[in-house]
């Protein structure tokens, strides 16, 4: 395995009193090359964080290969714990410690120069606030804190499940921001997410999780493609009639309050041709390229999909470096 994360045939069963035998995870696959900002989607409940968990061994799978850095997980993560920054679910930290204290007992926990505390406060915009007491922080402020702590040992691969939790635009483009700058800096980073808009935004590789089954993964660009009906919208000074050449001519039409949706459009000058051709004149032509969200629907149904309960909580290993997660509140 040369992948920096390579996952195959994933399984994960949990048992639960109330509703017995759950299947969280079903033969799922995925593989992160190095160097990719890698999204990592599915609906709630789909596995995303069983399968983090599992790939760094915090939860133990019932089937399944997968390796960490070329190292066989969770068998041999230790040999490459030091290489790995991870955050899986909200890490809880000690409300009455600063984030300056926090970073820098992790710091030398992890046996990481403290100097590194300032960087990584600087990385993820806490500066200003590092004095203050972590209990006084919003959701977002924690969550940067808690990137900061994966941060701390110049990780080459950083695996953030929902990092824009709890996250204002602003702090969400920051965040967006900051994955482009480390991957930018030869980061592999692996992010879970279903802020699509988002993804589609700071991810060039996804993968597409629905119901612990894999459902899509590839080039955001090819996923996309394969989705691509050619689509284009049209509006027209005579739209009844726009219909009825278009249609003649075997092409599909969606009527639409304002405008039409033609689908099977291979070049775009055919429907300007036809229409015009017959005195029909358009006000607007303009090809609709599908985009992550629609994709993500079709592929994983929400419709169909009731409602999962979220993961029970409890406090959750925040690293890798288990050693370093006693930082819990
Ligand atoms: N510790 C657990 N005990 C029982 N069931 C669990 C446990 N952890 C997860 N599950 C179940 O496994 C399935 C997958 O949950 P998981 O948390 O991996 O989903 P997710 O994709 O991360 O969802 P979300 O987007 O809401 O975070 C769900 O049905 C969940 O209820
Ligand atoms: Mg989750």
Redesign the pocket.
């Known amino acids: 395995m040369s992948a920096v994360v390579e996952i195959e045939g994933l399984r994960?069963t949990?048992?639960?009193l109330r509703?017995g035998r759950?299947?969280?995870?079903d033969g799922f696959d995925m593989v992160v090359e190095a160097g990719q900002v890698h999204g990592f989607l599915?609906?709630?409940?789909?596995?995303?964080?069983?399968?983090?968990?599992a790939l760094l061994g915090l939860?133990r799978a019932d089937e399944g290969r997968m390796a960490v850095l070329g190292e066989r997980s969770p068998e041999r993560l230790t040999r490459v714990a030091g290489r790995v920054g991870a955050i899986v679910?909200s890490p809880q930290f000690f409300g009455n410690f600063t984030a300056h204290r926090t970073l820098g007992l992790l710091a030398r926990a992890g046996g990481v120069p403290v100097a590194r505390v300032d960087e990584v406060l600087a990385q993820v915009g806490l500066r200003g606030r590092e004095h203050d007491r972590v209990r006084g922080y919003s959701l977002g402020m924690k969550q940067r804190l808690a990137v900061a702590s994966a941060l701390l040992k110049s990780p080459e691969l950083l695996i953030l499940?929902?990092p824009a939790n709890g996250l204002d635009p602003a702090g969400i483009r920051e965040m967006r921001d900051l994955m482009r700058s480390l991957a930018d800096a030869g980061v592999t980073v692996l992010v879970?997410s279903?802020i699509l808009a988002e993804i589609q935004l700071i991810c060039d590789h996804v993968t597409i999780?629905a119901r612990?089954r894999l459902v899509a993964a590839g080039r955001v660009t090819e996923v996309l493609a394969n989705f691509d009906r050619h689509e284009v919208r049209v509006r027209a000074d005579d739209p009844a009639r726009a219909a009825e050449l278009l249609r003649a001519a075997g092409l599909t039409v969606v009527d639409h309050p304002d405008h039409l949706v033609v689908g099977g459009v291979d070049d775009d000058t055919t429907v300007s041709r036809l229409l015009g051709e017959q005195g029909v004149w358009l006000r607007e032509l303009t090809p609709l390229r599908p985009d992550l969200e629609s994709v993500f629907l079709e592929l994983t149904g929400t419709d169909s999909h009731p409602a999962?309960?979220?993961?029970?909580g409890?406090p959750t290993e925040a690293m890798i470096d288990l050693d370093v997660s006693g930082v819990d509140a």
């Not at 759950?22 to 995870?25: D, G, L, T």
């Open positions: 994960k949990f048992h639960t509703r759950q299947v969280a995870v599915g609906p709630n409940g789909s596995g995303k964080t069983t399968t983090l968990r939860v679910e499940d929902e879970s279903h999780i612990g999962l309960p979220r993961q029970a409890g």
